[in-house]
Antibody, heavy 120, light 110 residues
């Protein structure tokens, strides 16, 4: 059974750096074809694809946010970390991590999400 | 702003059928798999359809997916009150080497 859970601060100040951790179980990020992605959703708005890291450490980023995002993995800890620099109130959203397979590009299992508010 | 366009809302009576369109281009839907997600109020999205028309285990066959050219469609038959949710399409954008989601569609059961 695959599960994922996001953790991190619920409140950050403008200009600060956000660090979110996705801790997962039921699969290994060293298995060929496996990936973990990050998706966010501002209140009342649509899903936005942020970043993705694959088993082979291949990394993909949303072009509009690429300069602010870094995604890394710690296979031994079963964790994926997303950092976003220079946070702004418009970055207020629920942030989700999700499991994917390179074969179909779909996010088949999602974490419950973590709400992050950017405010001074 | 998403590169995948969906109608903001669709509605139908219980037992009826609704279809949700997802319009893209050759660099996304036209050359990549499409997936569909259901997001019930206050919950995380759930995968409904992958690889254009396949259903994960546990997803009822009332939900179906199709793709033609640069558009995809999600169909829901036998509409139930529990189907009231937001629905999103998703695919890979080859020109950006990144994933993209649709604008989202709210389904209302009248």
């Amino acid at each position: 059974q695959i599960t994922l859970k996001e953790s991190g601060p619920t409140l950050v100040k403008p200009t600060q750096t956000l660090t979110l951790t996705c801790t997962f179980s039921g699969f290994s990020l060293s298995t060929s074809g496996v990936g973990v992605g990050w998706i966010r959703q501002p209140p009342g708005k649509a899903l936005e694809w942020l970043a993705l890291i694959y088993w082979d450490d291949d990394k993909r980023y949303s072009p509009s946010l690429k300069s602010r995002l870094t995604i890394t993995k710690d296979t031994s800890k079963n964790q994926v970390v997303l950092t976003m620099t220079n946070m702004d109130p418009v970055d207020t959203a629920t942030y989700y991590c999700a499991h994917t397979l390179i074969a179909d590009d779909a996010f088949d299992i999602w974490g419950q999400g973590t709400m992050v508010t950017v405010s001074s | 702003q998403s590169v995948l366009t969906q109608p903001p809302s669709v509605s139908a009576a219980p037992g009826q059928k609704v279809t949700i369109s997802c319009s893209g281009s050759s660099s996304n839907i036209g050359n990549n798999y499409v997936s569909w997600y259901q997001q019930l109020p206050g919950t995380a999205p759930k995968l409904l359809i992958y690889e254009n028309n396949k259903r994960p285990s546990g997803i009822p066959d009332r939900f179906s997916g199709s793709k033609s050219g640069t558009s995809a469609t999600l169909g829901i038959t036998g509409l139930q009150t529990g189907d009231e949710a937001d629905y999103y399409c998703g695919t890979w954008e080859s020109s950006l080497s990144a994933g993209v989601f649709g604008t989202g569609t709210k389904v209302t059961v009248l």
